[in-house]
């Protein structure tokens, strides 16, 4: 069930057994050195998301740089990290369900622990967990800053659940979780930042209305790797919840303007079927790179598209058939979508110079409960 | 890296921690029994598809009803079903990267093996793998009947590299693989049937021509849920490669005159924010459910809709708001493609009665190399 690893160190990286999860690391390392950057002249800090990496080495790394934690969405994925020893985890997300809570109220013997809700039954499935563990659980409350998800209305709806949660003495109030996940990946900067404007005015009031009440917000959290300028410029947020700029992908290369990040993740595929010119098939479908947003891109081959996936397949076409990759060949994928490709797979592959460096677990891979 | 087991047998299923891979047992052995007694007075037989279940445990219970053996597409799936106990195994795939070829050759100590190939640089590899490993391995020769994938030409091309194999000292010829794949999935009876008749037309030919030579086809397989009772009827293949139909999806619902199968395979998922009248959120995103054939279907809930998923969270809409799922309630989801969604989970949550029966590991999950 756990796969072999495809490499060894120092194995060249066309020797790595396909399909397999490729991370540059000199575009990986650049990519949290210049988030840090961005950060550290502002108030805002980040937390970085794990249900993108869903790995404790990787978040350790984006700890080092000044992250001041990590964020996850489910419970098994706050246990990988905290078994990996990352000291303080936001799970941004509602959990309702008794086992899943006495799982998290488990890790607070190793680590700072949270969670969200947006409705009073959560609130009180949190506070029985909290009291049959005998400890006290920090909640956020969920707002809908404008994505139409989960989260209770900006304003006094918000206010009355953090003041349900302030008044239990099995909870502490931990702030306001505001993400605006669809304004991640609208297409030009006056869209998104339009987007964020309203999820900030949201939040401001809701801030607002909850210090009148006496009761301050420890973390404001929310933005993602498409907008976290726009969060941080409105000095909102305390903290900022970007994940893909560790990895990047074609759908963020797609927005206008795009995050200041490089490729550094990648889909290794061997080419190994060539019937006729102008086509050939490589190793890699959709259970190998997820195509919810779009078929991946083929990294360093011009005028080659990768036109069609089926479960273990992926077509690729040229009009120039002199420009595709021979029988045999890897070629690198840059993945629609980061952080479900991430998911199908137990090993990174840390690649540099065209050398194998490093082998990690993806810990978290298929951590959905 | 491997996820705890998400139930414990006895356990009710709405106590299932979610999302969680659910297989209806009274369903899923219907359907064993079903295509047992479709092919009992043929003389085809089945190989079913390891592709779809990546489990020994199912593949040996599809032998003991009259399979007489498996398919895969990867190594790896090879590994896992050899590993099991399967005793017949054929690759219906092309695997040139010598690294796999010398783990495929390193089962063949424990099972019967073969593989596919559809040009010489392919057959050059595995006999250079077999040589090494000192034994002889069984490749087929792929030809392309129509899906316009992988595989050669039928007809001359395809013998040339029969003959190729046949002459090798190191290889054994194993016959043909021939399989349509998107045929199965045409809606209309008309065009699967039409598909087929092409698709046999190729295949006759290529089986005389080589008979001609001297050449026999111990396996003449392909055929998949959508198709197999046309390439039955031709009288052509000897050996069909069914996967889906052990546990069916929404897609292959949608066929007009659809396989003769029920649904067994679900995702179960727990409504966990319920944010206005109307709409709810479950915890099961494309994460949790491939959505590559389209959007899951709600099991059991007429009027309900999942009409969008992101990573983590699926959405559920009705018209009447009475008719939604509870917050807390768990929900059946019909995976629109069950290859796809069984590969996403460690294990298989068997339930008879709305009570947990078994927990079976998928055994290949992510085996992708």
Redesign the interface.
């Known amino acids: 069930?756990?796969?072999?690893p495809?490499a060894e160190p120092g194995m060249r990286e066309e020797?790595v057994?396909?399909?397999?999860l490729l991370l540059d690391l000199d575009a990986f390392e650049h990519n949290l050195d210049t988030m840090a950057a961005i950060l550290a002249p502002t108030a805002t800090k980040l937390r970085a998301h794990a249900?993108t990496h869903k790995s404790p080495i990787i978040a350790l790394q984006q700890m080092r740089r000044g992250a001041i934690g990590q964020c996850v969405?489910?419970v098994?994925e706050a246990e990988a990290l905290a078994w990996g020893g990352v000291p303080d985890i936001l799970v941004s997300?509602?959990?309702?369900?008794p086992?899943?809570l006495a799982r998290l109220a488990a890790l607070s013997s190793i680590a700072k622990v949270a969670v969200c809700a947006?409705?009073e039954?959560?609130i009180a499935a949190i506070e029985s967990a909290a009291e049959a563990a005998g400890l006290r659980m920090t909640v956020l409350v969920e707002i809908?800053c404008g994505a139409g998800?989960?989260?209770?209305t900006p304003g006094p709806e918000a206010v009355a659940l953090a003041e349900r949660i302030a008044s239990s003495r099995h909870l502490i109030f931990g702030g306001l979780q505001s993400y605006h996940?669809n304004a991640q990946h609208r297409r030009t900067p006056e869209a998104r930042a339009e987007a964020i404007a309203g999820a900030a005015e949201g939040t401001r009031r809701t801030v607002e209305q909850l210090r009148q009440r006496g009761l301050d917000c420890a973390i404001i959290g929310g933005a993602g790797t498409g907008t976290f300028r726009n969060e941080v410029a409105s000095g909102i947020w305390n903290e900022i919840q970007a994940g893909s700029y560790a990895f990047m992908d074609a759908d963020y290369g797609r927005n206008e303007d795009p995050p200041p990040f490089k490729q550094s993740l990648f889909v290794l595929a061997?080419v190994?079927?060539?019937?006729r010119p102008g086509f050939c098939?490589v190793?890699?479908g959709?259970?190998?790179v997820?195509?919810?947003s779009g078929l991946p891109l083929v990294h360093g081959f011009p005028g080659v598209s990768y036109t069609g996936?089926?479960?273990?397949?992926g077509?690729l076409k040229a009009e120039d058939p002199a420009m595709l990759p021979r029988?045999?060949q890897t070629v690198r994928l840059v993945p629609g979508h980061c952080?479900?490709t991430v998911?199908?797979?137990?090993w990174y592959v840390g690649v540099r110079r065209g050398r194998v460096e490093c082998l990690w677990?993806?810990?978290a891979?298929?951590?959905?409960?």
Chains 1, 2 share one sequence.
Do not use: W
């Open positions: 069930m756990l796969q072999a495809p020797d057994e396909t399909p397999a249900k969405q489910k098994a997300n509602e959990v309702i369900a086992r899943k947006d409705h039954h959560g809908d998800r989960c989260g209770v996940g061997q190994m079927s060539a019937p098939v190793d890699a959709h259970k190998a997820a195509i919810d996936a089926s479960d273990e397949h077509n029988l045999g952080d479900p998911d199908r797979y137990d677990p993806v810990a891979r298929g951590g959905m409960a």
